[in-house]
């Protein structure tokens, strides 16, 4: 079973515009994650959020976590048409649960920046 | 460099064949994780391995099967149980044990199609 669950599946936007990735979790975690993927390519990390914290920044990336609601948000500003890409959020179990140990994926929201 | 290195790149199997992917890692990572992804979806947890000599099934390990006798390998065998094998499959490396308190590094992943 998935985890994280993103919103919206597919984004589209022009340079230079902000684009905004939702994701929502179902358990207790220790911290969420949020990676990249290009076209037929691996993830590579972008952010990690832990459970103790609020917001954080990573250059043009703004995370957000709501543990109240279960829920994340990538905000990637100013963006590039080399942001083009699969964005993923990840979760790490908190102690306890089937999920322990694991790092589980969500369905991803295609971003898609038109120059 | 240190990373993580998946072979083959793309792998074809013939009905009723097992096939075994290959994950190598270099940074001395205790974690290391086996991955499926389909088109357009996100990515399923098939095993994963805490320390050496030991792993757990994911959410899809029915038709496969792994071994950890050394730390920076975690070869994944895709036997002819599974019915659906064709797919991209990734492979992560994490540092540390429980619970999942950093970020993943991933090879650029194995394309496997049944022919």
């Known amino acids: 079973s998935q985890q994280g669950e993103e919103d919206p599946q597919a984004l589209s936007i022009q340079e230079g515009e902000n684009a905004t990735m939702n994701c929502s979790y179902k358990t207790s975690i220790n911290n969420l994650q949020w990676y990249r993927q290009n076209s037929g390519r691996g993830l590579v990390h972008l952010i990690l959020?832990?459970?103790?914290?609020r917001e954080k920044h990573s250059g043009r990336l703004r995370v957000t976590l709501d543990t109240s609601k279960k829920s994340s948000s990538l905000l990637i500003t100013a963006s590039r048409a080399a942001d083009t890409a699969s964005y993923f959020c990840a979760t790490g179990a908190g102690a306890g649960g089937t999920s322990y140990g694991k790092l589980t994926f969500g369905q991803g929201t295609i971003l898609t920046v038109h120059p | 460099d240190g990373g993580i290195t998946q072979s083959p790149k793309y792998l074809f199997r013939k009905e009723g064949q097992n096939v075994t992917l290959s994950c190598e890692q270099n940074l001395n990572h205790d974690a290391m994780y086996w991955y499926r992804q389909d088109p357009g979806q996100g990515l399923r947890l098939i095993y994963y391995?805490?320390?050496?000599?030991?792993?757990q099934k994911g959410d899809i390990a029915e038709g496969y099967s792994v071994s950890r006798e050394k730390k920076e390998s975690f070869p994944l065998t895709v036997t002819s149980a599974q019915k659906n094998p064709t797919a991209f499959y990734l492979c992560?490396?994490?540092?540390?044990?429980?619970?999942?308190?950093?970020?993943?590094?991933f090879g650029q992943g194995t394309r496997l199609t049944v022919v």
């Open positions: 391995s805490q320390i050496v000599n030991d792993f």
């Open positions: 959020i832990r459970s103790n914290e």
């Open positions: 992560a490396s994490s540092p540390g044990t429980l619970p999942i308190r950093t970020e993943a590094f």
